[in-house]
């Protein structure tokens, strides 16, 4: 979606750029998250298609994953054939991604020993291009290994999602290592919903886009994922101003 | 069984309940009729025998690796090096091989060792089932094991026995020059063989109607280059054999004949038939990095040991239908790489017990179109057993106001529940009152979990009102 406050000549010299970058091949396709806020932040109006994306869990979701893993399977719902999703850690449960809007018959899980052959797998699958979408969960993913990643996605039309998943709290600071990655987001568990009576609401997430290629930072308060993999604004968002996060009361109080 | 020894008849084999009675092969016919009345004897058929031996073998070949041979009298060897991988592992592939024995009733025993030698003495001695030596660790395993399980004719262990000699580790260490002169070369030999200090080639079995093609080299080759080369000449030849009988491949065994005489092979298997030359091509050459050429291969064989019809089909039935893509290919190539078990798709299992939910089929399954019932909240980790949590709860049948787990205090700050799961009575008769009641906890962290809890809180028989952590939303 152009912004008009950018002058023309900026967006031809990217075009340009893009279109030496793509080298020759057709100009890809995007996945739009289909709410507005978040494609308008996005370049292209939403993931695109053939590249690398990263995403990672904030605070105690750096080393469980779920919230992150949740984002991805909303993601991977999102594309159009199966999905590959490789892990080294056999814990995910797939009812879960079924919620999410990922059907059972959609997925092919790859249960590996460690990251490496993890992320080998992945590459095997993004150089096929017949997978709508590659989930690979790796702890550290160095320069070389996501460049050979991107390299494999832009051989196809897969969207490669790496979710950064580490032992110990302390390594999630490897977040912070540059890769080749074309959008990197990190996903926060807030508080869920209210109800009216007692219960857990929907889920809410902090969403975080911390690396954008060709494009700025940004952060988003959404509902979780529905049951075809939407995410949503805040309900209460929509019509309100929005409310400071919880963290920030607490440190002010 | 009896059969003919020399002159005498003799017992050439007993079962399980006819050595309960102390007949033992080698015992005069006569002999073994007088110590059972009602003794059922079988006329010995030592060529009937081989033959299905043989055929036995080529079973071996179908299933489970390129190089298989009999053992006469009584067993099968396998060079499952390259080919293990497909049945998920040395273990497993010997478990297979047992059950499938054993449904088709027959008692089997194998073993995995380093040499032919060594895993004809362990399957035959030491082995209760299936036994994998631990790679470099037959050598140790053998020395505990009876002379008999050399291989040797039966005057040579007599004349071993009447020195003293009972077990292969005190044999290993005897001076080797005075039993060589005293009991010929072929004790050294089959020694040698067994701890792998000489070289023991398995001539491989084969049959008229296997597919297969042959390369025979003028100058040993072996450079990789040079390999994959001519691999992609022997696929296109056997996918030209393929094409004429209406056949695809399954399962690919190519084998590199040394110079020194040793056959090294490996196996890729597919899970459809496939008679694509550039597929097939890929796969054997993305193991080829697996294959020793040593001082050079003199020829190369490619066979199809397991073929399926595969006929041609119209690409799309339905124009209007989306093109899927064929995702067949590569799981294949990654189930060759990585393993054939560790790639799998999921399906609802029909039980309520989060655990039994899930059942794993093949990954190129046709779609089998279930879902889990929607509107039950389920975390995206289950942890892979429930851990004990220490909860402060105000009531018996409310959520808790906090717990503890692993170290870490929470306090919640909303809850939702319970969901009440009962136990599956027809499946242990221990689940018959059981009660797991499903709470999930939301901390002041934003974190959520998924809590059971032991028991209904009114009868104790349906659990003992123990708290357990279960599983993470996030």
Redesign the interface.
């Known amino acids: 979606m152009p912004d008009p406050r950018i002058p023309s000549a900026f967006l031809s010299l990217r075009a340009d750029i893009e279109r030496i970058e793509a080298g020759g091949r057709a100009v890809r396709d995007v996945l739009p998250f289909g709410v507005a806020a978040v494609d308008a932040r996005l370049p292209e109006g939403g993931l695109r298609l053939g590249a690398l994306h990263e995403v990672a869990g904030g605070g105690g979701g750096a080393i469980d994953t779920t919230v992150a893993a949740l984002f991805a399977a909303g993601i991977a719902a999102r594309t159009r054939g199966p999905v590959l999703w490789c892990m080294a850690r056999r814990d995910l449960f797939a009812p879960a991604l079924d919620l999410a809007g990922l059907a059972p018959d959609r997925v092919i899980y790859g249960e590996m020993d460690d990251d490496k052959s993890v992320l080998a797998a992945a590459e095997e699958g993004l150089r096929h291009g017949g997978f709508g979408a590659v989930v690979g969960e790796v702890g550290r993913l160095s320069m070389t290994a996501s460049r050979r990643l991107q390299l494999a996605a832009e051989s196809g039309t897969s969207l490669a999602v790496i979710l950064r998943r580490w032992r110990r709290q302390a390594d999630a600071a490897d977040f912070g290592q540059p890769t080749a990655a074309v959008t990197r987001w990190r996903v926060t568990a807030l508080p869920s919903a209210p109800l009216p009576v007692a219960g857990v609401g929907r889920a809410r997430w902090f969403v975080e886009l911390i690396r954008c290629k060709a494009g700025e930072c940004a952060d988003f308060e959404l509902e979780a994922c529905d049951e075809t993999g939407r995410l949503a604004l805040l309900a209460d968002l929509v019509h309100r101003s929005p409310a400071p996060p919880a963290w920030s009361r607490r440190a002010a109080g | 069984m009896i059969g003919r020894g020399g002159r005498q008849r003799l017992v050439t084999a007993a079962d399980a309940a006819a050595q309960g009675l102390r007949l033992h092969p080698g015992m005069a016919a006569a002999q073994a009729r007088a110590l059972a009345a009602d003794l059922v004897a079988h006329d010995a058929d030592p060529q009937g025998d081989a033959l299905a031996l043989e055929r036995l073998a080529l079973w071996g070949l179908r299933l489970y690796s390129p190089i298989v041979a009999a053992d006469p009298p009584d067993g099968l060897v396998l060079d499952v090096t390259g080919a293990a991988h497909l049945c998920g592992g040395e273990a497993a592939l010997l478990a297979d091989i047992i059950d499938r024995l054993t449904v088709s009733g027959h008692a089997a025993r194998a073993a995995i060792a380093d040499t032919w030698g060594a895993a004809h003495a362990l399957a035959r001695f030491a082995a209760r089932g299936a036994l994998v030596a631990p790679a470099g660790d037959s050598g140790r395993m053998l020395t505990g094991l009876p002379i008999r399980a050399l291989r040797l004719a039966p005057e040579t262990v007599d004349g071993l026995g009447r020195l003293g000699f009972d077990r292969i580790g005190e044999l290993a260490t005897a001076p080797r020059a005075s039993l060589a002169l005293r009991f010929g070369p072929e004790l050294t030999r089959r020694l040698d063989q067994a701890f792998g200090r000489s070289a023991e080639p398995i001539d491989p079995v084969e049959s008229p109607e296997l597919i297969q093609v042959r390369r025979v080299f003028a100058e040993p080759i072996g450079a990789p280059e040079t390999l994959a080369r001519y691999t992609l000449q022997l696929v296109e030849a056997l996918c030209a054999a393929l094409e004429g009988r209406g056949l695809g491949a399954r399962v690919l065994d190519l084998r590199f004949h040394r110079v020194d005489n040793r056959i090294e092979a490996m196996r890729v298997g597919v899970a459809r038939p496939v008679r694509d030359i550039k597929r097939l091509t890929r796969l054997l050459c993305d193991r080829l990095e697996t294959v020793d050429p040593g001082f050079g291969v003199e020829a190369m064989t490619l066979a199809a040991p397991m073929a399926e019809p595969l006929d041609w089909r119209p690409m799309a039935s339905d124009l209007t239908a989306?093109a899927?893509?064929?995702?067949g290919?590569?799981?294949d190539?990654?189930s060759n790489?990585?393993g054939h078990r560790?790639?799998?798709?999921?399906?609802?299992a029909q039980s309520d017990v989060?655990e039994r939910?899930?059942r794993k089929i093949a990954?190129t399954a046709p779609?089998?179109?279930?879902?889990?019932p929607?509107g039950w909240?389920?975390?995206?980790?289950?942890?892979?057993r429930p851990e004990p949590i220490a909860t402060v709860a105000l009531l018996p049948d409310q959520p808790p106001v906090s717990f503890t787990w692993r170290g870490s205090r929470r306090r919640v700050?909303?809850?939702?529940g319970p969901e009440r799961i009962f136990g599956e009575w027809w499946r242990r008769d221990g689940e018959l009152d059981a009660v797991r009641d499903y709470f999930?906890?939301?901390d002041e962290?934003?974190?959520?979990f998924w809590v059971f809890r032991r028991g209904d809180g009114e009868q104790a028989a349906t659990g003992d009102l123990s708290w357990w952590l279960h599983?993470?939303?996030?």
Request: hydrophobic residues 45%; positive net charge; charged residues 25%.
């Open positions: 989306p899927v893509a064929d995702i290919e590569v799981i190539t990654l790489r990585f560790r790639f799998y798709r999921v399906a609802p989060p939910a899930v990954p779609p089998t179109g279930e879902r889990w929607s909240p389920r975390p995206v980790r289950l942890l892979a700050v909303r809850a939702d999930q906890l939301e962290a934003s974190a959520r599983g993470l939303f996030g």
